[in-house]
């Protein structure tokens, strides 16, 4: 089992841009155990908007700091590669208590 072409590209860009790039998360544990993992993340120290600079046609409309990196893979787990920054969190995007508050 190999990283797809798709994945080692974006890391690639990544790194040549300067920033620090690794897979990371399930697709990690699939790749070690032989299993074809459902998709594939990467972390990056790259902030969103740096990220989006490097890849124009991305996708980034969350708290969570997770840009979604489209590729022209035929495969479905690698048409959309997530990066995520491993900048802080804005505070509003850390976890809160879910719990009913007294008014």
């Not at 155990?33 to 046609?57: G, H, L, M, Y």
């Not at 995007?93 to 879910?98: K, V, Y």
Request: aromatic share 8%.
């Amino acid at each position: 089992m190999t990283i797809p072409q798709e994945v080692k590209s974006i890391i690639l860009s990544l790194q040549k841009a300067g920033f620090e790039a690794y897979i990371v998360g399930g697709c990690v544990r699939d790749f070690l155990r032989s299993i074809e993992p459902n998709d594939w993340d990467v972390t990056t120290n790259a902030k969103p908007e740096e990220i989006k600079e490097i890849f124009p046609d991305s996708f980034y409309e969350n708290k969570f700091l997770t840009v979604t990196v489209h590729t022209k893979a035929k495969k479905e787990n690698v048409k959309e590669v997530e990066a995520e920054s491993s900048e802080e969190a804005p505070k509003e995007a850390e976890a809160t208590d879910q719990s009913p508050k007294e008014e």
